[in-house]
């Protein structure tokens, strides 16, 4: 936990996860500076922040460099599903590798500590199952997802070299898909997809047969990690995997959705993606012992949330 007083800088603080973590940062008694570009986050995810006292926003593009007074960094600028990375990829990979640069050029600057919000994607289409942070990926290097694989990965190295290079105390968490409340209704992520068609009662579109699998981490639960990752002691760098191992198929998933929902929409199958992983699941060994951290929040619990999430943003109250 940060003590009061601290200034805490969280890139990408307009986002799904960022606002959840503002919000934290400001229960526990952080001075919160939030930077974003609005490039996928929205005003509306920090409308209920603006008039706290200890709560400032600046407009700002990570990929230009920043000069601000702070003690602690969260990079979580990025946008991070395929809808919207792909959309920009030479953006997408300028915000991954400018905006790591310029953020520990900071952290160097005001001798803050800084944490890189990575992805499971780092390890692309694994051949281990489930991913400990010792495998090192099979990363498709030309494709569709590799301007958020490769940037993502390049800003671990620029994370790491930092460390090498200017001792600086750096946090490396990689982040497995992660739902909840603030998720965007068009995004093309499993989660959203499925609770948006199940509330619009049309076809719930499953991609291949369904068997793939994934884990899904309730946003609450992912905040905690991200908080206990930055307090760890300076030894500790990461990378860390925080996500939920409990794993279904994407089968499973829909079915689920539209119990939960009392939707009667029907179950439709398209071919699946390129480059899309067939399985996905953390191995949170690491999380557990040295962030003393465990996924509490129960699928159908996150599931029940994000739907009446759902309902209120499309008004089908
Ligand atoms: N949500 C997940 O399941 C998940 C999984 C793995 C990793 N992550 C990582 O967590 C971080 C946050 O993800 P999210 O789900 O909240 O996505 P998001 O798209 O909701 O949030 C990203 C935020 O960064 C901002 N942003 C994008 N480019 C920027 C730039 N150049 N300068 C300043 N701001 C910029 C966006 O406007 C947005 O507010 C990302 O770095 C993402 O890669 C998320």
């Known amino acids: 936990m940060s003590p009061a007083g601290r200034r805490t800088l969280v890139t990408g603080g307009a986002g799904f996860l960022g606002s959840h973590l503002c919000e934290a940062l400001l229960q526990r008694g952080a001075d919160v500076l939030c930077v974003d570009n609005f490039h996928t986050g929205t005003r509306a995810n920090i409308a209920a922040l603006l008039p706290h006292p200890r709560f400032e926003l600046l407009e700002h593009d990570v990929s ?106 750096i946090k490396v968490v990689r982040i497995f898909n992660t739902y909840g409340p603030r998720m965007y209704p068009d995004d093309g992520r499993v989660v959203s997809n499925f609770i948006v068609q199940a509330l619009r009662g049309e076809d719930i579109t499953l991609y291949g047969d369904g068997s793939q699998t994934r884990s899904f981490c309730y946003v609450d639960d992912l905040i905690e990690a991200l908080l206990a990752s930055m307090d760890t002691p300076a030894a500790f760098t990461g990378p860390v995997n925080v996500g939920n191992p409990a794993e279904l198929s994407m089968r499973e998933l829909a079915e689920l959705v539209l119990r939960l929902s009392g939707s009667r929409s029907r179950i439709v199958h398209q071919p699946l993606p390129a480059d899309d992983p067939k399985l996905r699941r953390p191995d949170i060994g690491l999380a557990q012992r040295e962030l003393g951290w465990n996924p509490k929040v129960p699928l159908e619990k996150g599931l029940l949330a994000t739907i009446a999430y759902f309902r209120a943003l499309l008004n089908f109250g």
């Not at 500590?113 to 694994?126: C, F, H, K, M, N």
């Open 64 to 169: 230009v460099p920043l000069d601000v007074d702070v003690d602690r960094i969260f990079n979580l600028a990025c946008p991070a599903s395929p809808v919207h990375y792909q959309h920009d990829p030479v953006q997408t990979t300028k915000t991954c590798v400018q905006g790591a640069i310029h953020m520990l050029a900071l952290a160097k600057a005001r001798g803050a500590r800084i944490l890189q919000a990575s992805t499971s994607e780092v390890y692309g289409d694994p051949e281990v199952h489930p991913q400990p942070e010792s495998y090192w990926g099979r990363v498709n290097p030309i494709g569709m997802r590799s301007c958020y694989n490769e940037g993502k990965r390049c800003a671990e190295t620029l994370f790491f070299d930092y460390r090498r290079q200017h001792d600086l105390e």
